[in-house]
């Protein structure tokens, strides 16, 4: 008689087992789609695809940003290395390499306002005033103010 209560008392842990394992793969998310999707219904496996592989880059000075609201004393710590000063209208220094969506600092430091063109894009410089251009032409780009050849910068990719 013992030997038959002992093995009742495994078959119903088996069966609560198996009754357990049935109900924990049902109620899981993967069973409820693999039950009731139909092949035309189980989406493909998209992937994305593969990244391309970046070059490295060139070591090409590209200065930060220039802030909404910016005095002339915060430009010169942001853009004193990437800065071009206009004094009678010569540029200072004659010639800069820049990369391309580079920022750089237009420095008018005379008392008569003038026109600074870098490439294709003017700028009006108030007296003592300055701008905050962005070289988006790559190539040689004359620095021209009011007109006349000031500096060169090479933009480069």
Not at 78 to 99: A, D, E, W
Not at 110 to 128: E, F, I, N, P, Q
């Amino acid at each position: 008689m013992n030997m038959q209560k002992d093995r009742l008392f495994y078959a119903i842990i088996g069966l609560l087992t198996a009754l357990g394992a049935f109900y924990g793969f049902s109620a899981s998310p993967e069973a409820e789609t693999a039950k009731d999707a139909s092949p035309e219904a189980v989406p493909a496996v998209i992937t994305a695809p593969a990244e391309p592989v970046a070059e490295p880059e060139k070591a090409v000075a590209k200065p930060p940003a220039a802030p909404a609201t910016l005095t002339y004393e915060r430009a010169l710590e942001l853009y004193g290395k990437y800065r071009i000063q206009f004094v009678s209208c010569h540029g200072n220094p004659g010639q800069m390499t820049l990369g391309k969506g580079a920022k750089l600092m237009l420095d008018n430091r005379d008392k008569k306002a003038h026109t600074v063109k870098v490439g294709s894009v003017s700028y009006r410089l108030a007296s003592m005033g300055f701008a905050i251009a962005t070289v988006r032409e790559v190539g040689t780009l004359n620095v021209t103010c009011d007109g006349g050849g000031a500096a060169t910068v090479e933009v480069q990719p």
